[in-house]
């Protein structure tokens, strides 16, 4: 497996979490890595990425309570999410993205980890 998303859960709004995703070695040092989400009956959206060098971006939905990071010793990217809202209910994807806004990505999606957003 290229990457794989986990840490998904049910928090409730206003709550945090933090998503991790495996990445194999060979890309985590040769490639720029992106969060992904798809909410029920809607559009996979792009939400955050990080370049090689550590640059990030965000989507305007998450900005200001989202932090993208990534660890070169465990080779896994994270996404914290802080106040959360029930909008963030999807389930959550990483990939490799070729553009700033990952508008397309290099690899086949995986399974993702689904994140709920309730009370």
Do not use: H
Not at 6 to 17: A, E, S, T
């Amino acid at each position: 497996v290229q990457l794989q998303a986990f840490g998904g859960g049910l928090v409730q709004p206003g709550g945090f979490l933090r998503l991790s995703c495996l990445v194999s070695r060979s890309i985590f040092r040769s490639s720029d890595l992106g969060w992904f989400r798809q909410a029920p009956g809607k559009q996979r959206e792009f939400i955050a990425r990080i370049t090689r060098g550590g640059d990030t971006n965000y989507a305007d939905s998450v900005k200001g309570r989202f932090t993208i990071s990534k660890d070169a010793v465990e080779n896994t990217m994270y996404l914290q999410m802080n106040s959360l809202i029930p909008e963030d209910t999807a389930v959550y994807l990483c990939n490799v993205p070729l553009d700033y806004a990952g508008t397309y990505v290099r690899l086949l999606w995986g399974q993702g980890t689904l994140v709920t957003v309730s009370s």
